[in-house]
Each structure stands twice: as structure tokens, then as C-alpha cells.
């Protein structure tokens, strides 16, 4: 099942489906996938960074990319759940 994990750190179970039009309402913007295994996928704000949004450190520990971090809400899913 799909989640909000957001910059608060709470997380919240999604119960509809992963349109690009729900999606964006969830990150705030315009939709950036980010690939954390070939079955999931975390999706952010592609603006983020540049509206300041707050890091969202939980979902930056699951990134695997040290050299970067994850601002605001974010999805997590896998992939066969994005429509």
C-alpha cells in the first residue's frame, strides 16, 4: 500500500489511486520519480528544493544517494501502484 511520508516525519496509509492530478496535490507540485528499487519508488516535488521546502529526513534516509536530500511530502509506492 501506498504512503505519505511527510516532512514531519508522520506517515499516512493512501487509499486512492496515484493519478499525476493526486499526486501532485500530495507533494505540492510538479511530480519527480525517484527510483529506490527496481519495484519502488518514492515520488517528490521535482520544485522542491527551490520552494524551500523543509527535508523531509526520514525519506532522505531511504535514499541512497548521500550526497543528496529529500524536501517536503513525498509518496512512496511501488511501481506497478502508479498509474
Do not use: F, P, W
Not at 527510483?35 to 515520488?43: G, I, Q, R, T
Not at 527551490?50 to 550526497?67: D, Q, S, W
Amino acid at each position: 500500500m501506498a504512503k505519505i511520508i511527510k516532512a514531519d516525519g508522520t506517515v499516512e496509509n493512501i487509499d486512492k489511486k496515484l493519478t499525476l492530478s493526486c499526486m501532485q496535490s500530495i507533494v505540492g507540485g510538479l511530480i519527480e520519480l525517484v527510483y529506490l528499487s527496481n519495484a519502488e519508488v518514492m515520488v517528490v516535488d521535482e520544485e522542491g528544493k527551490l520552494k524551500n521546502k523543509n527535508v523531509n529526513v526520514r525519506a532522505t534516509h531511504m535514499y541512497a544517494n548521500v550526497n543528496d536530500v529529500i524536501v517536503g511530502d513525498v509518496i512512496l509506492a511501488n511501481t506497478d501502484e502508479i498509474d
